[in-house]
């Protein structure tokens, strides 16, 4: 049994309270308030909801591209870099940006993975010894659903899906489809798919809107990827105020997936509160996902962030969400509780 004392950000309001989390089995046991002498901050550990890791082998290799030069299958520059790996390489560079994960607070990440069958199995040996989760959004095959945890599109506009729709919902996993990234010629048709999750929306309207929030569908965004690759800014105030919103930070070939950097540049850049992006980056992800993570509450699973309150950039804080949201780094992680 374990326990944690500090400043403890709780449930689903991130409510700030002085006390101590006991852990005993990595669950969590008890919440308790608590007098105490600590300074650290203690957060759920982070879920990021869009990621394509296999990117790890072909990192700052998209500066200056446009979208489809950099990232558009099968001749842009990231497809000819995954083609040029070896398994070798893409699954060691995959595991070792697992490991900044780990260091950096992250519990899970929602993965699409390029390249099948073969592209599932090379993630899941990256995954072999690591402490964050990944969630596979296979690619290509139905038959990833025997490795992968889902079904992801690469947009409505480059393929019919409809028989693989037919086969991930047979198989009563989620089918994931990135929409209305370079323009919003992609989203009606990715809606009438009827995914239980769409990526980016940078360029979604009111119509799409409604029919979202019809289908309760939820949206990961990526604003960092979306800025580097000049696509265009999501309208995430208006996202959330129809469904949930996760945060991703998208291709490593582009980010590093830091859910610190990202949450920064959400919160300071878009017309959102603190709480609302730490839940972008925590509870929203692990819901999309079905994961028992992402809120601090006894008998959840206890995948846990703790940063030291005393750190030269968080010392004498007056916010500790907005400190975690707007201020905190890696640097100022003194334990991940995975």
């Known amino acids: 049994m374990e326990q944690f004392e500090g400043t403890i950000l709780v449930g689903e309001s991130f409510e700030p309270i002085d006390g101590r989390v006991v852990v005993d089995d990595g669950r969590i046991e008890a919440v308790e308030r608590v007098d105490t002498d600590s300074t650290d901050i203690i957060v759920p550990a982070f879920v990021n909801a869009h990621t394509h890791i296999g990117d790890s082998v072909a990192k700052e290799a998209a500066v200056g591209l446009s979208l489809d030069e950099a990232v558009a299958p099968p001749d842009s520059r990231k497809h000819r870099r995954l083609a040029a790996a070896s398994r070798a390489e893409l699954v060691e560079a995959m595991s070792r940006t697992m490991g900044f994960m780990e260091q950096t607070g992250t519990a899970a990440f929602l993965d699409f993975r390029e390249s099948g069958v073969a592209g599932a ?86 119509k799409h809107l409604d029919r979202v929030e019809n289908r309760s569908i939820p949206i990961a965004v990526c604003p960092r990827a979306n800025n580097v690759l000049e696509v265009g800014r999501p309208p995430i105030r208006e996202l959330l105020d129809h469904t949930t919103v996760a945060l991703g930070t998208d291709n490593v070939m582009l980010n590093e997936p830091s859910m610190f950097r990202e949450m920064a540049y959400t919160a300071k850049t878009f017309d959102v509160s603190s709480r609302e992006v730490l839940r972008m980056a925590t509870t929203a992800g692990a819901e999309i996902a079905g994961l028992d993570c992402g809120v601090i509450e006894p008998g959840r699973r206890a995948a846990l962030l703790v940063l030291d309150g005393e750190s030269d950039n968080l010392v004498g804080t007056a916010d500790p969400v907005g400190a975690v949201v707007r201020r905190a780094t890696a640097l100022d992680v003194d334990r991940v509780v995975l």
Do not use: C, Q, W, Y
């Open 121 to 206: 199995e090379a993630l899941r040996a990256a995954e072999e010894g690591r402490k964050v989760d990944a969630f596979i959004f296979g690619s290509d095959d139905p038959a990833v659903l025997e490795v992968a945890d889902g079904f992801g599109a690469s947009g409505a506009n480059d393929a019919d899906f409809t028989n693989e729709r037919a086969a991930v919902r047979e198989a009563e996993v989620p089918f994931a489809i990135h929409a209305g990234e370079p323009d919003a010629t992609d989203i009606h048709p990715a809606i009438d798919l009827e995914p239980e999750l769409l990526v980016h929306m940078v360029h979604a309207e009111a």
